[in-house]
Every structure is written in structure tokens, then in C-alpha cells.
């Protein structure tokens, strides 16, 4: 790819579009939009932007183009894969000014978003409507940055991933036009449905200037229970099993005892050190939800865990889920001068058993250690290792687990990434996951972003 460097005369093009207020080349700025929250090296860009409307990003983009400039979308940085992380250089364009709620339908469950709104604000906004955004990344990521990584988080399982939570996007490709595309319809059969080819492009296809998203009524009611188990591979197998049995849990989550250990000494909960599911029901009547209850309750106890304990109150339950968003960070805190990487495979649910027992023997047998956890009722399986900072050794052991705990992953019917994104560090699994599929998807990118200025470097290997 040949790019050109930012001179003087594009930097003065560029405020004229956005005024020389809105964009920095200080050296803050630039650091800032170099790294994301992961362990990729960081990248500087050369020119900071913040648009503040589809106008202003049509004619940047329109401008780039035309000069070969690398463009990457920016929403808080959170991402796990180095996705945000412009690695050709070039300009990031920061949406934090683009952050409004343009319009909120209650009676048709949907709200017009500009990209760099955060989930959480939008959840606030809602709060007092008896509704919300399902979809729930827990760090403070923005709604343009959740479509570009098709993020999801605890409620996935009941209601779906980001992509099962938009309904229509406005788009600006990467020669300016702007592309409307979806409906506000709860359902279409109208043609190819472009939404989804965006919804977890990365920011490689099109930039989001505004979506409409799908909102779903708090429920009524919540029952919570967490369960012990003797081992994890056991506790995988109640996952599979609750999942079998149809009962539909609101949220399903697996916590091994490591990750207890750092929960209860970090946030004093006193929680039980063994395998443990958090289990959730949403629903109208308490009735309904002591009976879906009950059958966890038997099928747990089937596989000998040694407490359920259910009825959780509402601040014990606010306690649990926090510690559950913020248990990645933790985990890094517990480790000075180490760096970390995130496993994030997703394999079908009668392999979730499969996938567990592998990972953790795999770090058994290598003497690394490594925190399990995940997003259980989707196969989604999360394993930090942290590895000291420029150990070579040790990361080259480290990258090997990793890579054969993927390949197993994708061995299983699964995926590398089940929330997280491609990014840079997926990249390598492409082809194995995908087959010819990759070929045609260059071949999309290759139409919408012929001259490869968006957020380049990612996806493709
Ligand atoms: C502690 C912690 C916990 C996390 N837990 C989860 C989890 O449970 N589930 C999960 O899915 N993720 C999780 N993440 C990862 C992260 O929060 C998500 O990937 C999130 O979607 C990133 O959003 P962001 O706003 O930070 O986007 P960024 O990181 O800024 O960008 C993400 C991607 O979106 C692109 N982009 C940004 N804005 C636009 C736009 N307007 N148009 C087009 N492309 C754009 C960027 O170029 C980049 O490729 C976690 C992260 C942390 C730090």
C-alpha cells in the first residue's frame, strides 16, 4: 500500500474543512489516538480530527482519498485487538464531539444515535422509560466503535450482539458518498443486506456517522443465583446443559477460581474460591422465573455442584456484575510489569466443555498462568495470560498456547473472535477461519475502499 505523509498544505486543507480548532497534530493528542487497550505496539497517527457531522466527515474522507491518506475511526479506544490502532499513520477521526441522541421512538423501541455516543450514557438517558440498549461491552465504549467490533457483552446470550441490536446505519464511504441503508421496519426482506457487511468491518469499509438502534424493555423481573462447582470443565458442562434445556438464561457466565481470588481481593466480596456460574432470568412474573430457576437449580445439581445459591438481592447483584465488568482490569493490576493478551475464541455450545479443558491444560502444561473466564451461554471463552514485559521466552511460549488454543477453536466449528474483533492480532487465523470466504471479502473491501485508505493494516492478513 502506498500512502502519502500528511505535509502542510493537507493540514491546512483539512481545518478548513473542520476549522483549526478541530484538528491537532500536538503530540498528546497524538499518543493518545496511538494505542488501544491492548498489547499491540502503539502507532502514532499524524493529525488528530474531531468531526462534529456527516458533512464534515463526507469531505475529509472525500479528501483523503483523493490524496491517499490513511483514515481511522476513533470511539473511545477500548478495544482489545489493536483495532483503533493506525498503523499506517495518517488521521484518526475522533468522534467524541459527534456523541448526541438525535431522537428516541419509545413506542417503537428504537433510538437515532450519532457514532460517539457511549452505550452506558445512552442507557442513562433510558433508564427512566423502561428501557435500554442491550448490548453491554462493560469498559466505556461508544455505539460507532460497538458496531465496527460487533461488540456484545453479558446479556448477549438473551439478546443478541450488536449487530441483532441495529436496524439502519448512515455510512460514509471512502470517496465521500454518504450511504443510507436498513429500515426502521423490526424486519426486512429487501435485498442484500449491506448493514451487515459494516456491523463488524472495523471502521475498513465505511465510517458511521449515525445509526438507529433496537431498544428492549427492562423486564419486570430478575432472579439471580451463583454456583459452585468442584472443576471448570464441569461447570462447562452445566453451561451446555442450562443452554440445552431451552430455559433461556439473561446472562451466563463462567468465573474460575483465579479470577474469584482477584474479585474478593480487590472488591472484598468474600465469594466462594471455586468455579463459578452467574446465572440470570429476565421475565414478567416471579412465578415464571422461580420455575426456569428451579430447572438450573436440577440440572446443576445434577452434575454435583456443591451450592446454588439463588435470590440474590439487587445491591449483591450490582456488586457481582461490576466486579464481572471490571475483572480484566483487575487481572492487569495484579500483575505489575507484565503485558497481557486476551484468548477470545467462540465455539459451538456442545464443544464449550471441549474448548475449556483444552485452554486450561494447555496452560498447565506450559507453566503459564491464566485467568478463564467468559460470556458461557454463547461458547465464548475468555483466558488472560499475563507474561513478563519483554520476556521473549516467555511470549514465545505464550503466543504458542494462544495460537493453539485458536486453532483448536476454529478446529471445533468456532471462531477466533467472538466480540473482540480481528484487529492485528487475528489477522493470522483469517484464512483458516474462512477459507475462500477471505477472498471475497477483499473483494468487498476492494469496492467499497478501492484505494485502502480506511483504518488499513486490520482484518486481512
Ligand atoms: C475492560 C474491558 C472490557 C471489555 N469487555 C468487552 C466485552 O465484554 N465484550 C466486547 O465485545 N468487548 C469488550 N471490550 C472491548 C471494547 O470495549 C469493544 O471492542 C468496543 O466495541 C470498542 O468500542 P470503542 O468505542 O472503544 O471503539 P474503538 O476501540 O475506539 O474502535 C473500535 C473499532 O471501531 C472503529 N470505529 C470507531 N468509530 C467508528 C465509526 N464511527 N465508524 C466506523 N468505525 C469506527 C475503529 O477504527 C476500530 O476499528 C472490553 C474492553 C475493555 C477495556
Not at 71 to 90: A, D, M, R
Not at 286 to 295: N, R, T
Request: aromatic share 6%.
Amino acid at each position: 500500500m502506498k500512502f502519502n505523509l500528511l505535509e502542510g498544505r493537507h493540514l491546512k486543507d483539512i481545518a478548513s474543512i473542520v476549522g483549526s480548532d478541530r484538528i491537532s497534530t500536538g503530540i498528546s493528542n497524538l499518543e493518545l489516538h496511538s494505542r488501544d487497550q491492548s498489547q499491540h505496539p502503539p502507532s502514532l497517527p499524524e493529525a488528530v480530527v474531531w468531526p462534529v457531522n456527516r458533512t464534515e466527515v463526507s469531505d475529509i474522507l472525500r479528501y483523503a482519498n483523493r490524496h491517499l491518506i490513511p483514515v481511522t475511526g476513533w470511539g473511545s479506544g477500548t478495544s482489545l485487538e489493536g483495532n483503533p490502532i493506525p498503523v499506517f499513520n495518517g488521521l484518526v477521526l475522533d468522534f467524541s464531539l459527534m456523541n448526541k441522541i438525535i431522537e428516541i421512538r419509545e413506542s417503537d423501541f428504537q433510538a437515532d444515535v450519532e457514532p460517539g455516543l457511549a452505550y452506558q450514557d445512552l442507557n442513562e438517558k433510558l433508564r427512566h422509560k423502561g428501557l435500554f440498549f442491550p448490548p453491554d461491552p462493560g469498559a466505556r465504549a461508544t455505539i460507532g466503535g460497538m458496531i465496527a467490533n460487533n461488540a456484545s457483552g453479558i446479556r448477549t446470550v438473551r439478546y443478541g450482539s450488536t449487530r441483532a441490536n441495529i436496524l439502519r446505519l448512515t455510512v460514509v464511504l471512502a470517496d465521500g458518498e454518504v450511504l443510507e441503508m436498513g429500515c426502521r421496519a423490526s424486519k426486512t426482506s429487501s435485498g442484500y443486506d449491506l448493514i451487515n457487511s459494516f456491523i463488524g468491518s472495523e471502521g475498513t469499509l465505511g465510517i458511521v456517522v449515525d445509526a438507529t438502534v433496537r431498544l428492549r424493555g427492562w423486564p419486570e423481573e430478575f432472579s439471580t443465583a451463583t454456583v459452585n462447582f468442584g472443576d471448570v470443565e464441569t461447570a462447562g458442562k452445566a453451561v451446555f446443559e442450562i443452554m440445552r434445556s431451552g430455559i433461556e438464561p439473561a446472562s451466563l457466565e463462567l468465573l474460575a477460581p483465579e479470577c474469584i481470588s482477584v474479585i474478593n481481593r480487590e472488591k472484598k466480596l468474600g465469594m466462594e474460591v471455586s468455579p463459578t456460574l452467574f446465572i440470570e432470568f429476565h421475565g414478567a412474573s416471579g412465578k415464571q422465573l422461580e420455575y426456569v430457576m428451579g430447572i438450573a437449580n436440577e440440572i446443576c445439581e445434577g452434575l454435583d455442584c456443591y451450592d446454588f445459591r439463588q435470590g440474590i438481592e439487587r445491591k449483591e447483584r450490582e456488586e457481582l456484575l461490576n466486579a464481572r465488568y471490571e475483572l480484566a482490569e483487575m487481572i492487569r493490576r495484579s500483575h505489575p510489569g507484565c503485558s497481557h493478551i486476551v484468548i477470545d475464541v467462540a465455539v459451538p455450545i456442545s464443544a464449550y466443555p471441549e474448548i475449556i479443558s483444552m485452554a486450561r491444560s494447555e496452560s498447565r502444561n506450559a507453566g503459564i498462568p491464566g485467568y478463564t473466564f467468559g460470556h458461557a451461554g454463547d461458547g465464548n471463552l475468555h483466558l488472560v495470560f499475563m507474561g513478563k514485559t519483554g520476556d521473549e521466552k516467555e511470549w514465545d511460549i505464550i503466543d504458542m498456547i494462544s495460537k493453539r488454543i485458536v486453532e483448536t477453536a476454529i478446529s471445533l466449528g468456532g471462531t477466533a473472535t467472538g466480540e473482540h474483533g480481528v484487529g492485528i492480532g487475528k489477522r493470522g487465523f483469517m484464512k483458516a477461519e474462512h477459507g475462500r470466504s477471505l477472498v471475497w471479502m477483499k473483494k468487498i473491501k476492494d469496492l467499497y475502499d478501492p484505494n485502502g485508505i480506511l483504518n488499513p493494516g486490520k482484518i486481512f492478513p
